[in-house]
């Protein structure tokens, strides 16, 4: 027998509590809003506390007897994996928290963001300053599609019309000059930070015929889209009343016949460049 004297009834619920606490102890580190490294350096800190307090409730053996060494080992053996698995549940929470936040704010259709997103990125006052234009783009004749192939052909539709949409402005403008959101329906909005040299004529001119180009199997219909863009400077930066102006240039563009762009001029919210 590895222990000369039998074990007390006492030290194995004492290990048993020991383990218990360090649980409850780290089950309510958990819930504490501080970066992961902090939170698993305070269950530590807690752990050698308790492991220390426990081997209190034991003077009868020493640090150096054998049992003393059994009784360390096991209490070593319920911190280290305590501690183990309060990193891997840190670990695992995090991983849903960041799943269901991708889920809150992405279309679950084009896993482009959504309005959700939108209306966050809206009350950020970092987007209001470093976004040079909002435009609100709109997919003609959309309901046409819906109506003559079915909803799944219209899912394609939109989904595919979006992923162009974006790999044409992130080819213009690069991958951190813009974001892309999904409105509602057929609509999505782009807010854009810079032009990269280009004018914004352009740069939807380029966009409208990209789209043009795009070929569907079995849909016989040519995509295009209308759209409305206006600028934050000329709004005091407020991204809500420059999305107002980007959208009703956007009816503009769908009352005069689609597939055109209306682009409010920088200097006067009251001018509109039409092409």
Do not use: C
């Not at 959700?116 to 950020?124: E, T, V």
């Not at 709109?138 to 539709?157: A, C, E, P, R, T």
């Not at 959101?181 to 380029?206: H, N, Q, W």
């Amino acid at each position: 027998m590895i222990l000369k004297t039998p074990v007390p009834i006492e030290i194995p619920l004492l290990v048993f509590a020991s383990g218990f606490l360090n649980y409850g102890a780290t089950w309510l580190i958990s819930f504490i809003k501080k970066p992961p490294l902090i939170k698993v350096s305070l269950a530590a800190v807690v752990m050698l506390v308790l492991e220390r307090l426990f081997g209190y409730f034991l003077p009868a053996y020493g640090l150096h007897t054998t049992q003393g060494i059994i009784i360390a080992t096991m209490s070593a053996i319920f911190f280290i994996s305590a501690v183990d698995r309060f990193n891997r549940s840190l670990i695992a929470r995090k991983a849903d928290v960041d799943d269901l936040k991708l889920q809150a704010n992405k279309d679950e259709l084009t896993q482009f963001y959504n309005l959700y997103h939108l209306n966050k990125d809206f009350s950020s006052h970092q987007l209001n300053r470093q976004t040079l234009a909002i435009a609100v783009i709109d997919l003609d004749y959309f309901k046409i599609v819906n109506d003559q192939y079915g909803h799944s052909m219209g899912n394609q539709v939109l989904v595919t019309f979006s992923q162009h949409l974006h790999q044409g402005l992130k080819l213009e403008l690069g991958e951190d000059n813009f974001e892309l959101y999904r409105y509602g329906g057929e609509e999505f909005v782009v807010t854009i930070k810079t032009l990269k040299e280009k004018s914004m004529v352009a740069l939807f001119d380029m966009l409208q015929t990209s789209i043009s180009n795009v070929d569907i199997t079995s849909l016989d219909q040519k995509l295009s889209f209308s759209a409305g863009i206006a600028y934050l400077a000329n709004h005091d930066f407020d991204p809500v009343k420059t999305f107002d102006i980007a959208d009703k240039l956007l009816y503009v563009a769908k009352t005069s016949g689609r597939e055109q762009t209306r682009i409010e001029k920088l200097e006067s919210a009251s001018e509109i460049e039409e092409h």
